[in-house]
T-cell receptor
Framework: GAGVSQSPSNKVTEKGKDVELRCDPI?????LYWYRQRLGQGLEFLIY????????KSGLPSDRFSAERTGESVSTLTIQRTQQEDSAVYLC????????????FGSGTRLTVV | KQEVTQIPAALSVPEGENLVLNCSFT??????LQWFRQDPGKGLTSLLL?????REQTSGRLNASLDKSSGRSTLYIAASQPGDSATYLC???????????FGGGTRVLVKP
């Protein structure tokens, strides 16, 4: 597609439930990133996929968080046993190869844990 | 560890004034630097990308400069408009394919 697509745009869930967030990157972009932005705060790196390489999971805050990516296409971020502190906007970005390509972000998924 | 700082954190100007937004980073070994705009409740919109070999990029009323040796970038917005009100974020990338490190942003309000 023309841009990075994320779904759902909004999600309200009860504490303790699992949620799955989806990201469709720009076609042909080999790199995909997940970031989290809590209310009034900056962007926190979560995880990074590059082609078939092992993902960089160094930003995942706990083992309740996991992400998968199928080849160079869709990625899903899963949060198990959600907590109120997980409430945030989850942003996905993709990037093509080479220094000419910047990052393109999706509109994000606003997650509210009640 | 790369740290990115944006000063000021907030800025309010009357319409028509030029805006100057500052970004500094601690590790000058960057691959490129990107400026983004974020509107309330929305995702990020890319404004300008400056490769490490470049000193500036321009797009319309926007101009961004990069001084790697001093670890600084400046975003200039000429003749500001109320529609320019948003949060502006700078981010650096250390190496190709590596993750972005973001500054905390500058929240801009342009008053009509």
């Amino acid at each position: 597609g023309a841009g990075v697509s994320q779904s759902p745009s909004n999600k309200v869930t009860e504490k303790g439930k699992d949620v799955e967030l989806r990201c469709d990157p720009i076609s042909g972009h080999t790199a995909l990133y997940w970031y989290r932005q809590r209310l009034g705060q900056g962007l926190e790196f979560l995880i990074y996929f590059q082609g078939n390489s092992a993902p960089d999971k160094s930003g995942l805050p706990s083992d309740r968080f996991s992400a998968e990516r199928t080849g160079e296409s869709v990625s899903t971020l899963t949060i198990q046993r959600t907590q109120q502190e997980d409430s945030a906007v989850y942003l996905c970005a993709s990037r093509g190869q080479g220094s000419l390509y910047g990052y393109t972000f999706g509109s994000g998924t606003r997650l509210t844990v009640v | 560890k790369q740290e990115v700082t944006q000063i000021p954190a907030a800025l309010s100007v009357p319409e028509g004034e030029n805006l100057v937004l500052n970004c500094s980073f601690t590790d000058s070994a960057i691959y490129n630097l990107q400026w983004f705009r974020q509107d309330p409740g929305k995702g990020l919109t890319s404004l300008l990308l400056i490769q490490s070999s470049q000193r500036e990029q321009t797009s319309g009323r926007l101009n961004a400069s990069l001084d790697k040796s001093s670890g600084r970038s400046t975003l200039y917005i000429a003749a500001s408009q109320p529609g320019d009100s948003a949060t502006y974020l700078c981010a650096v990338i250390k190496a190709a394919g590596n993750k972005l490190t973001f500054g905390g942003g500058t929240r801009v309000l342009v008053k009509p």
